[in-house]
């Protein structure tokens, strides 16, 4: 699955995704923290926290789904009908 970096802010020490480049999904879980997260493919996926935490894989929500159709929606105006 393609994915889209859409946020890299406070990222971990060691941890390597940009935002706006594209990565490839190797697999995904939840963590313990009940978090989606995603093993990227071609970058560091672990690693510790600055308190000495392991940390394994992205959270999903620093991504966007590629294959993901987007929804438009349109707007009727409708005048009131007095009687």
Same mark, same amino acid.
């Given at each position: 699955? @393609?994915?889209?970096? =859409?946020?890299?802010?406070?990222? &971990? &020490?060691?941890?390597? *995704? @940009? ?6 999904? =190797? +697999?995904?879980? =939840? ?7 995603? %093993? %990227?493919?071609? *970058?560091?996926?672990?690693? #510790?926290?600055?308190?000495? $935490? &392991?940390?394994?894989?992205? #959270?999903?929500? #620093?991504? *966007? $789904? $590629? +294959?993901?159709?987007? %929804?438009? *929606?349109? @707007?009727?105006?409708? @005048? &009131?009908? $007095?009687?």
């Amino acid at each position: 699955m @393609e994915v889209l970096c =859409i946020d890299a802010d406070k990222l &971990p &020490p060691g941890a390597e *995704v @940009e935002e706006g480049k594209t990565y490839s999904v =190797i +697999s995904e879980f =939840i963590n313990n923290f009940d978090q989606k997260v995603y %093993i %990227i493919k071609g *970058v560091t996926n672990e690693g #510790r926290t600055k308190y000495g $935490l &392991p940390w394994i894989g992205y #959270r999903a929500t #620093r991504f *966007v $789904l $590629l +294959s993901e159709k987007s %929804i438009s *929606v349109k @707007e009727k105006k409708y @005048e &009131p009908i $007095l009687n």
